[in-house]
């Protein structure tokens, strides 16, 4: 199974801010990489897929980047709604798999 | 409005049985892969698994944690998704979330999951 990794586990972050969050394949997944944000009691909502598409109604804050190992998620000027859980999730191959979430958290 | 509702949790005892469904409307549910994925209490994502369409021969996929166990089916005429889910363990815990998988928008294809179901919660316990 590919393995992601997601770095940091937890974040702490201003309103304001911009930050990334990096998400990290144990093998090659080409360009075959999508992004959720979670809210708590929620179900995720996709932010961009093919690492760097953004899903229809998705804020141009949102972005993504990386092909192969190596993915990032960026977020410009954080407000409060952006306060959530992020997933990267790979779809190369079976069995899809997610990293396992970053917490973005009010410092 | 485009959305995915399921049902069917409830709680059931270790080695029991259960089956959830999934109710489609507002897109071509035919036109469509779909998944299961669950999130047990406190942690992260884990996919079930996928059926295809038609044009596809309607095969599955399975993660291993639930292959042989766990069956996905679909009836395109009633638009409806379903996970039977047999021998049930207490890892089996968790909200199970109706997906539906991007596919193509002209030329562009992906396989990211583009709508969830805010997911129906299953609890394995004695």
């Known amino acids: 199974d590919i393995l992601m990794t997601q770095s940091p586990s937890t974040l702490s972050a201003s309103v304001g801010d911009r930050v990334t969050i990096t998400c990290r394949a144990s093998q090659s997944i080409h360009s075959s990489l999508a992004w959720y944000l979670q809210k708590p009691g929620k179900a995720p909502k996709l932010l961009i897929y093919?690492?760097?598409t953004l899903e229809n109604g998705v804020p141009s804050k949102f972005s993504g980047s990386g092909s192969g190992t190596e993915f990032t998620l960026t977020i410009s000027s954080l407000q409060p709604d952006d306060f959530a859980t992020y997933y990267c999730?790979?779809?190369?191959?079976?069995?899809?798999?997610f990293g396992q979430g970053t917490r973005l958290e009010i410092k | 409005e485009v959305q995915l509702v399921e049902s069917g949790g409830e709680l059931v005892q270790p080695g029991g049985s259960l089956r959830l469904s999934c109710a489609a409307s507002g897109f071509t549910f035919s036109d469509h892969y779909m998944d299961w994925v669950r999130q047990a209490p406190g942690k992260g994502l884990e996919w079930v698994g996928r059926?295809?369409?038609?044009?596809?021969?309607?095969?599955?996929e399975y993660a291993a944690s639930v292959k042989g166990r766990f069956i996905i089916s679909r009836d395109d005429s009633k638009n409806s998704l379903y996970l039977q889910m047999n021998s049930l363990k207490a890892d089996d815990t968790a909200v199970y979330h109706c997906?539906?998988?991007?596919?193509?928008?002209?030329?562009?294809?992906?396989?990211?999951?583009?709508?969830w179901g805010q997911g129906t919660m299953v609890t394995v316990s004695s």
């Open positions: 093919k690492a760097s």
């Open positions: 059926t295809r369409g038609k044009a596809n021969s309607y095969t599955t």
């Open positions: 999730q790979q779809y190369y191959e079976y069995p899809v798999t």
């Open positions: 997906v539906r998988v991007g596919g193509c928008r002209g030329a562009t294809c992906h396989y990211g999951f583009d709508i």
